[in-house]
């Protein structure tokens, strides 16, 4: 079945670059995301990335894909404390007539001033 | 635009009572979204409407959960009767029909405690 893992914790100083990891088992998976959650909010789209892609640069973040490894990666430059929040890596699924999307169980972010 | 909201933002019942969930999507989008997520775990996907009809339901945990889109509109999951393991954030999401890429926009989530 589909499964997505990364790690729970990171904890980095204000400043620092943060990278997250993520691997997933779905090979056929259309899109790859990330999302983040503040406390008391929901689920914000951060980015997302093609999976015919290697990377996608969206300001201060960095994706990485690796399709032969199914390993996917988000990087933060420049970590803010603003940063500090729950980051879920989640891929897309066609199932039956519609699109789900399978996450993992997020990680999250320390940011230290 | 009013984003995806959701109704009540907490809810805290008894073991046997019966708990309803409402999730306004994004005016306009047909596709609907229920995810779950238990304590500590990873958020699971429950069910999914296009407008009034259920695609896709293969992640409701048993039949003691109930999902409804009247009109095509809002929806609501109901969990009757609830129990301990029912405990968690109930998220909604709504996206656009697109045949390739769609964002999924999800609402603040309703957080569930069953006592």
């Known amino acids: 079945g589909e499964d997505v893992e990364q790690s729970l914790f990171l904890s980095v100083r204000e400043g620092d670059s943060s990278v997250i990891n993520c691997t997933y088992t779905?090979?056929?998976?259309?899109?790859l995301y990330w999302y983040k959650q503040e406390p008391g909010a929901g689920l914000q789209l951060l980015t997302y990335i093609f999976s015919n892609m290697d990377m996608k640069q969206d300001q201060r973040l960095t994706v990485l894909l690796n399709k032969k490894d199914k390993h996917l990666s988000l990087r933060i430059a420049d970590t803010q404390t603003g940063d500090s929040a729950i980051y879920f890596c989640?891929?897309?699924?066609?199932?039956?007539?519609?699109?789900?999307?399978?996450f993992g169980k997020g990680t999250t972010l320390s940011v230290s001033s | 635009e009013a984003g995806v909201t959701q109704f009540p933002s907490h809810s805290v019942i008894e073991k046997g009572q019966t708990v309803t969930l409402r999730c306004d999507p994004i005016?306009?989008?047909?596709?609907l979204y229920w995810y779950r997520r238990v304590m500590g775990k990873e958020i699971k996907f429950l069910l999914h409407f296009v407008k009034e009809s259920k695609q896709d339901e293969s992640g409701m945990p048993n039949n003691r959960f109930l999902a409804e889109r009247t009109g095509g509109t809002y929806s609501t999951l109901k969990v009757q009767p609830a129990e301990l393991e029912d405990s968690g954030v109930y998220f909604c999401a709504s996206s656009q029909d697109r045949p390739t890429y769609n964002e999924q926009f999800f609402g603040p989530g309703t957080r569930l405690t069953v006592l």
């Open positions: 989640a891929e897309g699924v066609k199932w039956q007539a519609g699109t789900a999307l399978i």
């Open positions: 005016s306009g989008h047909d596709n």
């Open positions: 779905d090979s056929s998976s259309t899109y």
